[in-house]
């Protein structure tokens, strides 16, 4: 039962372009929702996360925004940059708890 | 400052063996967790310690899998009996409290042959 599902498995845009990337979740519990990015051969790094009780968080190139009703979030990277070439993971957590339940990445490419 | 350390980067073994795997988390980080990713999935959590106690252990896939923290620092996973399903990355993360931004080390990539 995947309860943290990103159904695009790649995504390609050009340099200076908007990236979104989507994320569903099907377990209401969840109330925190972080997203990392990971480079080949290196572990996930935290990159945003935003509770259940905003709807936007912003900081610098990256915004994610959480909709309760249709558990769903996005995370925006504007402007794309070469650099952010790489794994994005949606991943989601109890406040109360601890583990984290991640979805299966998106692979953003950024062509220069 | 130093961020979470795994050894070894690589291991291979054969199907059966003992194999111990090795973290470092952050210093004054009290809240350590490991992870398993399989090829083309997101990280799955094994198990989680508050201090030296497993405080969530309900990830561990079989008794074939244990994790200790003695110190409440180091940590150390330890798979008897490998098998070949066991192949994957195996990712520590450390926390400063539970509730708090999880960061994660670089992995240790397992094979079993």
């Known amino acids: 039962d995947q309860q943290v599902k990103q159904n695009s498995p790649s995504l390609s845009v050009q340099e200076g372009r908007i990236s979104i990337l989507n994320c569903d979740y099907t377990n209401s519990m969840f109330d925190y929702f972080l997203w990392y990015k990971k480079y080949p051969a290196e572990g996930p790094t935290f990159l945003i996360s935003i509770s259940s009780i905003k709807d936007k968080n912003e900081d610098g190139r990256f915004t994610v925004f959480l909709n309760k009703s249709a558990k769903h979030l996005s995370l925006h990277i504007v402007p794309s940059q070469p650099g952010d070439s790489a794994v994005y993971f949606c991943a989601a957590k109890k406040s109360s708890g601890d583990k984290l339940t991640f979805g299966t990445g998106t692979r953003l490419a950024v062509r220069p | 400052g130093a961020g979470v350390s795994q050894t070894p980067s690589n291991k291979v073994t054969e199907k059966g063996k003992y194999v111990e795997l090795r973290c470092d988390p952050i210093s004054g980080h009290t809240a350590l967790y490991w992870y398993r990713q399989s090829l083309g999935q997101g990280p799955e959590f094994l198990i989680y310690?508050?201090?030296?106690?497993?405080?969530?252990d309900s990830g561990l896939p079989n008794d074939r899998f244990f994790a200790v923290r003695p110190e409440g620092s180091v940590s150390t996973l330890k798979i008897q009996r490998t098998e070949r399903g066991d192949s994957a990355v195996y990712l520590c993360a450390s926390s400063l409290l539970r509730t708090d931004t999880q960061y994660f080390g670089p992995g240790t990539r397992l094979t079993v042959l």
């Open positions: 310690f508050q201090g030296t106690g497993a405080a969530d």
